[in-house]
């Protein structure tokens, strides 16, 4: 069976995890949504409602999702660029002139320079955690709301969270659309079922699923809530058996890949703090390893290409992780025989090279 891919229905715990008091505790209002997009477009349309500057500064690297919400939104967007640690190259200058402030972690590690968000919320300029690529670990606590989405972390249909920390939303979700949720219910019950057979035509059919309701969302996302199974499914998740594997898993490749130059793990350490999402990486020829991954049965990911938004040449650090970027899968379904199996791959596309 191939190790990565996205996730199939899981296993619930029968206690309930605490998730939500976990990971942003204290916070006033949690509402789950359709998608992370639509979490953080429900929050958006909630800052309207005082914001009438209507001025972001977001990343340069980022989902075409997170910056189209702001698009629709209508805001004027100003974007921050990134050094190759994936750390963001802030711009003091621009504090006045913005009214919004999105950050976020990547692949499970937060980078951000904290006394920037600080000086921030000092001007009175709101700021978003999208914690989407560090879900597993507590929200930064110098925030107005917070947004995730759990779909890269356990097998939900619905997995949008979208938190305000100090008072209520003053706007209200929409109904979910029900055919999108029923095209994510087919590719989560394929993806199950090739799981447990290893029938590589489930596996295609699930996939073909997955991508039919990833574009149908970026067509539909609005303000949409979530259904109750995901929800519960959310608050049921064994979380803490979760973070420890895929940290053994990180840990394991972190000390066992084979050092090669043109592939750069992009973080070396793992500190206590940290739940990985995925094993990122730069590499100089992507498409050869992808291939070879691919090949081997061990699907890389890119996240993302670059948003039709951006004029990314102005971003010299961002457009580089885009053309560079690729991240494998460490998470919980996957032991140390697969990462074993993993290296060995690795070291022959080294030999290979």
Avoid at 72 to 77: F, H, L, M, N, P
Avoid at 301 to 324: D, R, T
Wanted: net charge negative; glycine share 4%; proline share 6%.
């Amino acid at each position: 069976m191939e190790i990565g891919g996205f996730f199939p229905y899981s296993s619930l715990q029968e206690e309930e995890n605490n998730y939500l008091e976990r990971m942003c505790p204290g916070a006033d209002d949690i509402l789950h949504l359709m998608s992370g997009r639509c979490a953080i477009y429900f929050c958006l349309r909630d800052i309207m409602l005082t914001d009438k500057k209507r001025v972001a500064y977001l990343p340069a690297y980022t989902c075409e999702t997170v910056s189209g919400c702001f698009v629709k939104a209508g805001y004027e967007i100003y974007y921050y660029d990134f050094d190759q640690n994936l750390t963001p190259k802030f711009d003091e200058n621009l504090i006045p002139k913005i009214s919004f402030l999105m950050i976020c972690g990547y692949y499970g590690f937060s980078t951000f320079d904290t006394d920037f968000v600080k000086k921030c919320r000092k001007s009175n300029v709101v700021v978003m955690q999208d914690t989407t690529h560090t879900a597993f670990s507590p929200a930064y606590p110098e925030t107005d709301y917070v947004a995730v989405s759990l779909r890269k972390w356990m097998g939900v249909i619905s997995g949008g969270l979208a938190i305000k920390r100090k008072g209520m939303f003053n706007v209200s979700p929409i109904p979910a659309d029900e055919v999108h949720l029923d095209i994510r219910r087919t590719a989560l019950g394929k993806r199950e079922k090739y799981e447990l057979t290893d029938d590589e035509s489930l596996n295609k059919e699930s996939a073909d699923a997955f991508w039919k309701a990833e574009f149908m969302l970026r067509e539909i996302f609005d303000i949409q809530t979530g259904d109750d199974d995901s929800l519960q499914a959310i608050l049921h998740y064994p979380i803490d058996d979760s973070i420890e594997k895929r940290r053994e898993n990180f840990a394991y490749l972190l000390k066992n890949l084979p050092e090669n130059p043109a592939v750069r793990p992009i973080f070396t350490e793992l500190p206590d703090s940290v739940c990985p999402m995925f094993f990122p990486f730069l590499v100089d020829d992507r498409d050869a390893l992808m291939k070879h991954l691919a090949d081997n049965h061990i699907p890389p990911k890119v996240y993302w290409p670059v948003p039709p938004f951006i004029e990314i040449e102005n971003y010299p650090g961002a457009q580089y992780i885009y053309s560079h970027v690729m991240s494998i899968s460490c998470d919980q379904r996957f032991g140390i025989t697969d990462m074993q199996r993993v290296v060995e791959v690795f070291k022959d596309f080294a030999v290979g090279k």
